[in-house]
Structure formats: structure tokens, C-alpha cells
């Protein structure tokens, strides 16, 4: 086999030391930039984005990928909660087509109870999406059939953040989230099933 045929097949390591690729990092905003964030954002619509996103650990394509049925709210004696089912999530092909599917991984169904914090920015933007429960609650149309593109919130993004001095992106804010709660001690499993994760050394890392 010549040099040339050579170079398209893997061969093995030759006594030299591996190293992995290090993972990427991820800037993780902080309490203050968050608050600001928030406070800037211009929509009540995204600022429920950014709210599913820093205090339910959503990822973006999850949020944008929420219908009218898939919030809702449950009752336990005197108190009333609200919660979000993930049950599929968005994504979009190179002509900017959207494709909906389940959640990255079965362990990414799931359904979480909404922190306080969050539930004033959702219910706010609630109550202009349509009723219909197929309804995408991010849409471009009044009658909620054409969901967001990815596009759309980084765009949107952009200003609040210029605001606030931050570098992230909206998908930090669920690291944000998942950071937090690392820090009240929850469990590697607890970690898993808040943000969805099929690995144990997805959720690790968020425990330091």
C-alpha cells in the first residue's frame, strides 16, 4: 500500500502520548448578567425564552420547540404550580427548513416544575399566544404554526447581551441554570434528569 492509499485509513498510535480534545468552553453568565439580561430584553416573549432557558436548564431548541399544551399547571392544596413538558424539540436544515423531533436523548423527556423566578415572564407572555394547543408559544404567525428559528433568538439576543458585557450565547443560560443547582447539592442523578442528560459525565461537570 502506497503512502498515498495509506493516508485514507486510521492506523494505530506509535508510542506517542494521546491527549483528548479538551471540551469547549462554555462562558457561563453570572447573576448579574442575567438579571440584566432579562431586564433588557425587549419582548415578553423573549424574555420567557431566556426564562425557560436560566431557570428551567431548557436547551433553546426544547424552548422553541414548546406548544400551548405542553405548559400548564397543577394543583397541590392551596398552592398552584406550573409546568413544562418537553416532549419534542426543533431543528433546522441548511434552507433554513424546520424539522420537529423528540428531545436529544430519551432521558430529555421530561417534565419540570417552573421556578418562582420564572413564572411572572411566562404567564406574561401566555397570555397573548393562541389557545390552540397544537400552537408553537415562540411563532412568527398569530396562530402560532411557524415556530422561531434559531436565527431569530440570536439575533434578538444580541442587544441585551451587548447590554449586560456578556460573550455568551442563549444556549449558557441553561449551563447557568445547571450550575446553580449543582450548588445545592443535588445529586449527579438529579442533575441528569433536570437537564436531560443520557450520561453521567454530561451532568459531572456541572458538580466543582
Not at 426544547?62 to 394543583?75: C, N, P, T
Not at 406550573?82 to 426543533?90: E, H, K, N, S
Not at 408559544?137 to 428559528?149: E, T, V
Request: proline share 8%; aromatic share 8%.
Amino acid at each position: 500500500m502506497g503512502t498515498g492509499e495509506r493516508a485514507h485509513y486510521c492506523e494505530p498510535l506509535q508510542g506517542e502520548e494521546w491527549h483528548p480534545l479538551p471540551p469547549k468552553p462554555t462562558l457561563t453568565p453570572t447573576d448579574t448578567e442575567v438579571a440584566i439580561i432579562l431586564e433588557t430584553a425587549e419582548g415578553d416573549d423573549l424574555k420567557a425564552v431566556l426564562a425557560l432557558t436560566a431557570y428551567c436548564a431548557l436547551r433553546p431548541q426544547e424552548v422553541l420547540g414548546l406548544r400551548r399544551k405542553d405548559v400548564g399547571s397543577v394543583e397541590r392544596g392551596d398552592e398552584t404550580r406550573w409546568v413544562v413538558a418537553v416532549v419534542q424539540a426543533l431543528s433546522w436544515l441548511k434552507g433554513g427548513e424546520v424539522v420537529v423531533k423528540p428531545p436529544k436523548s430519551r432521558e430529555g423527556s421530561r417534565s419540570l416544575v417552573v421556578p418562582s423566578p420564572a413564572v411572572p415572564y411566562i404567564l406574561k407572555h401566555l397570555s397573548s399566544v393562541s389557545s390552540d394547543p397544537e400552537a408553537f408559544i415562540f411563532s412568527r404567525d398569530p396562530a402560532g404554526r411557524i415556530p422561531w428559528a434559531q436565527t431569530r433568538l440570536n439575533q434578538r439576543f444580541k442587544k441585551p447581551k451587548a447590554i449586560a458585557g456578556y460573550a455568551g450565547s442563549p444556549y449558557s443560560f441553561r449551563h447557568y441554570h445547571l450550575t446553580r443547582y449543582a450548588m445545592t447539592s443535588a445529586s449527579t442523578r438529579e442533575i441528569m434528569e433536570r437537564g436531560g442528560h443520557a450520561s453521567w459525565s454530561a451532568a459531572m461537570r456541572y458538580q466543582r
